[in-house]
Protein backbone atom coordinates (compact mmCIF):
# COMPACT_ATOMS: atom_id res chain seq x y z
CA UNK A 1 0.00 0.00 0.00
CA UNK A 2 2.87 2.51 0.86
CA UNK A 3 4.46 1.86 -2.60
CA UNK A 4 0.91 3.23 -3.82
CA UNK A 5 0.64 6.16 -2.07
CA UNK A 6 4.33 7.34 -3.86
CA UNK A 7 2.72 9.28 -6.66
CA UNK A 8 0.17 10.29 -4.67
CA UNK A 9 -3.49 8.94 -3.65
CA UNK A 10 -5.84 8.68 -6.22
CA UNK A 11 -9.56 9.23 -6.20
CA UNK A 12 -11.65 6.95 -7.21
CA UNK A 13 -13.60 8.01 -10.29
CA UNK A 14 -17.27 7.57 -11.30
CA UNK A 15 -16.44 4.07 -13.29
CA UNK A 16 -13.79 2.85 -10.66
CA UNK A 17 -16.68 1.77 -8.25
CA UNK A 18 -20.53 0.47 -8.32
CA UNK A 19 -22.35 0.46 -11.19
CA UNK A 20 -20.03 2.73 -13.24
CA UNK A 21 -17.29 -0.23 -13.28
CA UNK A 22 -19.62 -2.70 -15.00
CA UNK A 23 -20.68 0.23 -17.89
CA UNK A 24 -18.75 -1.34 -21.18
CA UNK A 25 -15.92 0.20 -22.84
CA UNK A 26 -18.23 1.81 -25.57
CA UNK A 27 -20.42 4.09 -23.07
CA UNK A 28 -16.61 5.07 -21.65
CA UNK A 29 -15.25 5.71 -25.48
CA UNK A 30 -18.11 7.97 -25.66
CA UNK A 31 -17.87 9.75 -22.37
CA UNK A 32 -14.13 10.57 -23.22
CA UNK A 33 -15.31 12.11 -26.42
CA UNK A 34 -18.12 14.07 -24.71
CA UNK A 35 -16.69 14.75 -21.60
CA UNK A 36 -12.41 14.85 -21.44
CA UNK A 37 -12.07 15.94 -25.06
CA UNK A 38 -11.16 19.52 -25.70
CA UNK A 39 -13.67 21.24 -27.80
CA UNK A 40 -13.77 23.51 -30.51
CA UNK A 41 -12.78 27.05 -29.40
CA UNK A 42 -15.91 29.38 -29.56
CA UNK A 43 -15.88 32.28 -27.07
CA UNK A 44 -12.44 33.11 -27.46
CA UNK A 45 -10.05 32.83 -30.86
CA UNK A 46 -6.70 30.13 -30.44
CA UNK A 47 -3.48 31.64 -31.07
CA UNK A 48 -1.44 29.56 -33.43
CA UNK A 49 2.27 30.40 -32.34
CA UNK A 50 3.40 29.86 -29.05
CA UNK A 51 5.49 32.89 -27.99
CA UNK A 52 4.29 36.86 -28.04
CA UNK A 53 5.18 40.41 -27.94
CA UNK A 54 3.53 42.61 -25.18
CA UNK A 55 2.59 45.70 -27.14
CA UNK A 56 2.94 47.67 -24.33
CA UNK A 57 6.08 46.70 -22.22
CA UNK A 58 7.50 44.12 -25.47
CA UNK A 59 7.95 42.05 -23.52
CA UNK A 60 8.14 38.36 -24.51
CA UNK A 61 6.15 35.89 -23.19
CA UNK A 62 4.33 32.42 -23.89
CA UNK A 63 0.80 32.19 -25.51
CA UNK A 64 -1.94 30.46 -23.58
CA UNK A 65 -5.11 29.24 -25.23
CA UNK A 66 -7.18 28.40 -21.90
CA UNK A 67 -10.46 28.17 -22.82
CA UNK A 68 -13.08 30.03 -20.91
CA UNK A 69 -15.17 28.12 -18.14
CA UNK A 70 -18.80 27.62 -19.27
CA UNK A 71 -21.82 26.51 -17.48
CA UNK A 72 -24.32 24.02 -19.20
CA UNK A 73 -27.52 25.63 -18.20
CA UNK A 74 -30.28 22.63 -17.90
CA UNK A 75 -31.80 24.71 -21.22
CA UNK A 76 -29.22 24.19 -22.87
CA UNK A 77 -29.67 20.30 -23.06
CA UNK A 78 -33.31 21.01 -24.26
CA UNK A 79 -32.17 22.53 -27.17
CA UNK A 80 -29.21 22.75 -29.77
CA UNK A 81 -26.77 25.64 -28.92
CA UNK A 82 -23.54 24.80 -31.32
CA UNK A 83 -21.51 24.70 -28.54
CA UNK A 84 -22.41 28.02 -26.91
CA UNK A 85 -23.07 27.90 -23.20
CA UNK A 86 -23.57 30.76 -19.99
CA UNK A 87 -20.31 32.35 -19.12
CA UNK A 88 -20.17 33.64 -15.94
CA UNK A 89 -17.44 36.66 -15.34
CA UNK A 90 -17.44 40.37 -14.14
CA UNK A 91 -17.72 43.65 -15.76
CA UNK A 92 -17.21 47.15 -14.77
CA UNK A 93 -19.70 49.47 -16.03
CA UNK A 94 -18.71 52.75 -14.08
CA UNK A 95 -14.93 53.53 -14.07
CA UNK A 96 -15.58 55.30 -10.57
CA UNK A 97 -16.90 52.10 -9.10
CA UNK A 98 -16.44 48.20 -8.70
CA UNK A 99 -16.93 45.52 -11.01
CA UNK A 100 -19.89 43.27 -10.48
CA UNK A 101 -20.79 39.81 -11.26
CA UNK A 102 -22.16 39.28 -14.82
CA UNK A 103 -23.34 36.24 -16.99
CA UNK A 104 -23.01 36.50 -20.39
CA UNK A 105 -26.37 34.42 -22.74
CA UNK A 106 -26.49 33.32 -25.83
CA UNK A 107 -28.68 35.27 -28.29
CA UNK A 108 -31.49 32.32 -28.66
CA UNK A 109 -34.16 31.99 -31.01
CA UNK A 110 -36.42 29.15 -32.38
CA UNK A 111 -35.82 26.88 -35.82
CA UNK A 112 -37.75 24.42 -37.84
CA UNK A 113 -34.45 21.54 -38.81
CA UNK A 114 -34.84 18.86 -41.16
CA UNK A 115 -33.43 15.07 -41.14
CA UNK A 116 -33.49 13.45 -44.09
CA UNK A 117 -32.22 10.01 -42.37
CA UNK A 118 -35.01 10.56 -39.94
CA UNK A 119 -37.85 12.09 -42.48
CA UNK A 120 -38.87 14.31 -40.19
CA UNK A 121 -39.22 18.46 -39.35
CA UNK A 122 -38.24 19.65 -35.48
CA UNK A 123 -38.49 22.36 -33.80
CA UNK A 124 -35.57 23.39 -31.89
CA UNK A 125 -34.29 26.19 -29.92
CA UNK A 126 -31.00 27.54 -31.55
CA UNK A 127 -28.27 29.72 -32.08
CA UNK A 128 -26.96 31.76 -34.89
CA UNK A 129 -23.82 29.85 -34.55
CA UNK A 130 -26.29 26.32 -35.07
CA UNK A 131 -27.43 27.41 -38.46
CA UNK A 132 -24.34 28.78 -39.74
CA UNK A 133 -22.40 25.62 -38.96
CA UNK A 134 -26.32 23.83 -40.39
CA UNK A 135 -25.46 25.41 -43.71
CA UNK A 136 -21.74 24.54 -43.75
CA UNK A 137 -22.22 21.27 -43.40
CA UNK A 138 -24.61 21.35 -46.18
CA UNK A 139 -27.35 19.56 -43.90
CA UNK A 140 -28.98 18.60 -40.40
CA UNK A 141 -27.73 15.52 -40.36
CA UNK A 142 -24.29 15.98 -41.81
CA UNK A 143 -23.84 18.74 -39.11
CA UNK A 144 -25.04 16.01 -36.36
CA UNK A 145 -22.64 13.02 -37.98
CA UNK A 146 -19.39 15.51 -38.38
CA UNK A 147 -19.29 17.17 -35.28
CA UNK A 148 -18.11 15.32 -32.47
CA UNK A 149 -19.43 15.04 -28.81
CA UNK A 150 -17.77 17.61 -27.05
CA UNK A 151 -18.42 20.12 -29.84
CA UNK A 152 -21.70 19.19 -30.05
CA UNK A 153 -22.43 19.85 -25.88
CA UNK A 154 -26.06 19.21 -25.74
CA UNK A 155 -28.01 15.80 -24.51
CA UNK A 156 -31.07 16.55 -27.13
CA UNK A 157 -28.33 16.87 -30.17
CA UNK A 158 -26.64 13.34 -29.10
CA UNK A 159 -29.84 11.87 -28.91
CA UNK A 160 -30.95 12.97 -31.86
CA UNK A 161 -27.37 12.02 -33.45
CA UNK A 162 -27.84 8.86 -31.71
CA UNK A 163 -31.62 7.81 -33.23
CA UNK A 164 -29.76 9.02 -37.00
CA UNK A 165 -27.14 6.65 -36.65
CA UNK A 166 -29.39 4.09 -35.79
CA UNK A 167 -31.73 4.79 -38.34
CA UNK A 168 -28.61 4.20 -40.77
CA UNK A 169 -27.51 1.22 -39.00
CA UNK A 170 -31.30 -0.93 -39.75
CA UNK A 171 -31.24 0.81 -43.53
CA UNK A 172 -33.47 4.00 -43.20
CA UNK A 173 -36.69 2.55 -42.35
CA UNK A 174 -38.32 6.24 -42.54
CA UNK A 175 -38.46 5.93 -46.03
CA UNK A 176 -39.36 2.40 -47.17
CA UNK A 177 -42.20 3.52 -48.91
CA UNK A 178 -39.74 5.67 -51.31
CA UNK A 179 -37.20 3.09 -52.18
CA UNK A 180 -35.26 5.34 -54.55
CA UNK A 181 -35.00 7.82 -51.89
CA UNK A 182 -33.82 5.75 -49.53
CA UNK A 183 -30.92 4.19 -51.42
CA UNK A 184 -30.17 8.10 -51.81
CA UNK A 185 -30.06 8.64 -48.42
CA UNK A 186 -28.08 5.55 -47.97
CA UNK A 187 -25.52 6.07 -50.15
CA UNK A 188 -24.87 9.75 -48.67
CA UNK A 189 -24.72 9.33 -45.27
CA UNK A 190 -23.66 5.41 -44.79
CA UNK A 191 -20.01 6.76 -44.46
CA UNK A 192 -20.29 8.00 -41.20
CA UNK A 193 -21.29 3.96 -39.80
CA UNK A 194 -17.60 3.24 -40.46
CA UNK A 195 -16.28 4.67 -37.16
CA UNK A 196 -18.80 3.58 -35.30
CA UNK A 197 -19.69 -0.58 -33.87
CA UNK A 198 -23.28 -1.70 -33.11
CA UNK A 199 -22.36 -1.44 -29.56
CA UNK A 200 -21.15 1.95 -29.51
CA UNK A 201 -23.92 3.49 -31.20
CA UNK A 202 -26.13 1.69 -28.62
CA UNK A 203 -24.62 3.29 -25.85
CA UNK A 204 -24.01 6.32 -27.76
CA UNK A 205 -25.54 9.82 -26.67
CA UNK A 206 -26.68 8.65 -22.90
CA UNK A 207 -26.14 10.67 -20.27
CA UNK A 208 -24.28 9.12 -16.94
CA UNK A 209 -27.76 8.56 -15.27
CA UNK A 210 -29.06 7.19 -18.31
CA UNK A 211 -26.48 4.73 -18.60
CA UNK A 212 -26.82 3.44 -15.42
CA UNK A 213 -30.75 2.83 -15.55
CA UNK A 214 -29.70 1.11 -18.96
CA UNK A 215 -27.54 -1.20 -17.54
CA UNK A 216 -29.71 -2.00 -14.45
CA UNK A 217 -32.67 -3.11 -16.73
CA UNK A 218 -30.26 -5.44 -18.66
CA UNK A 219 -29.12 -6.84 -15.17
CA UNK A 220 -32.73 -7.46 -14.10
CA UNK A 221 -33.86 -8.71 -17.44
CA UNK A 222 -30.83 -11.28 -17.86
CA UNK A 223 -31.33 -12.34 -14.12
CA UNK A 224 -35.09 -14.14 -13.76
CA UNK A 225 -36.25 -13.51 -10.07
CA UNK A 226 -38.30 -16.24 -8.78
CA UNK A 227 -40.22 -15.81 -5.83
CA UNK A 228 -39.63 -17.60 -2.66
CA UNK A 229 -42.79 -18.53 -1.93
CA UNK A 230 -42.43 -20.97 -5.41
CA UNK A 231 -39.20 -22.48 -4.47
CA UNK A 232 -40.41 -23.19 -0.54
CA UNK A 233 -43.91 -24.19 -2.16
CA UNK A 234 -41.93 -26.65 -4.63
CA UNK A 235 -39.43 -27.99 -1.96
CA UNK A 236 -42.14 -28.53 0.22
CA UNK A 237 -44.21 -30.70 -2.02
CA UNK A 238 -40.78 -32.65 -3.09
CA UNK A 239 -40.31 -33.16 0.32
CA UNK A 240 -43.97 -34.85 1.08
CA UNK A 241 -43.47 -36.76 -2.11
CA UNK A 242 -40.48 -38.60 -0.81
CA UNK A 243 -42.33 -39.27 2.52
CA UNK A 244 -44.91 -41.06 0.49
CA UNK A 245 -47.84 -39.03 1.66
CA UNK A 246 -50.68 -40.27 -0.84
CA UNK A 247 -52.38 -36.69 -0.86
CA UNK A 248 -48.24 -35.23 -2.52
CA UNK A 249 -49.02 -37.45 -5.41
CA UNK A 250 -46.77 -39.77 -6.74
CA UNK A 251 -43.06 -39.30 -6.75
CA UNK A 252 -41.96 -38.07 -10.66
CA UNK A 253 -39.18 -39.93 -12.46
CA UNK A 254 -36.55 -37.49 -13.95
CA UNK A 255 -37.52 -38.74 -17.41
CA UNK A 256 -41.28 -37.54 -16.92
CA UNK A 257 -40.07 -33.86 -15.31
CA UNK A 258 -38.49 -33.18 -18.47
CA UNK A 259 -41.32 -34.17 -20.64
CA UNK A 260 -43.87 -31.87 -18.72
CA UNK A 261 -43.78 -28.19 -19.28
CA UNK A 262 -43.10 -25.87 -16.25
CA UNK A 263 -46.44 -24.65 -16.00
CA UNK A 264 -48.19 -27.87 -15.66
CA UNK A 265 -45.53 -28.70 -13.24
CA UNK A 266 -46.80 -25.61 -10.61
CA UNK A 267 -50.47 -26.43 -11.38
CA UNK A 268 -49.64 -29.87 -9.96
CA UNK A 269 -47.82 -28.47 -7.19
CA UNK A 270 -50.87 -25.68 -6.16
CA UNK A 271 -53.40 -28.70 -6.41
CA UNK A 272 -51.26 -30.92 -4.35
CA UNK A 273 -50.91 -28.38 -2.14
CA UNK A 274 -55.01 -27.42 -1.84
CA UNK A 275 -55.54 -31.27 -1.14
CA UNK A 276 -53.10 -32.06 1.69
CA UNK A 277 -54.64 -28.39 2.94
CA UNK A 278 -58.26 -29.90 2.73
CA UNK A 279 -57.53 -33.68 3.90
CA UNK A 280 -58.66 -34.73 7.37
CA UNK A 281 -55.07 -36.02 7.94
CA UNK A 282 -53.43 -33.28 7.36
CA UNK A 283 -54.17 -30.92 10.71
CA UNK A 284 -50.73 -31.07 11.59
CA UNK A 285 -50.22 -28.77 8.33
CA UNK A 286 -53.44 -26.87 8.57
CA UNK A 287 -51.32 -25.65 12.24
CA UNK A 288 -48.60 -24.77 10.83
CA UNK A 289 -50.35 -22.46 8.13
CA UNK A 290 -51.33 -18.78 9.13
CA UNK A 291 -53.24 -18.66 6.43
CA UNK A 292 -55.50 -21.78 6.92
CA UNK A 293 -58.87 -22.20 8.62
CA UNK A 294 -58.73 -22.64 12.26
CA UNK A 295 -61.05 -24.99 13.97
CA UNK A 296 -63.05 -24.05 16.83
Not at 107 to 135: A, C, F, G, K
Not at 172 to 184: C, I, K, N, Y
Not at 213 to 220: D, H, P, S
Not at 270 to 283: G, M
Amino acid sequence: QGVKLLNGWKRPGRFDKGLGAQLPEAYKKFWREWKLTTPAAVHYIPKDHQWERDPVTHAIKPVQNIPLPLIDTPESHQGIWGGEAVIKGFQKREQTKRRVPHFWVPNLRRSVVHSHVLDSYMSVVVTERTLEQIHECHGFDHYLLKNRACDLRSALALKLKREVLKALQNGVPALDAEPERQQEVLKEYSRYLETYTPEEIDWYGHTYIEAIRKLQKQLRDAEEVKPHKVEFRSKLIEQLRQAGISEAGKLEKPGDALAESSTEHKDSDIEALTKLESSPSSNWLSKINPFGKKET
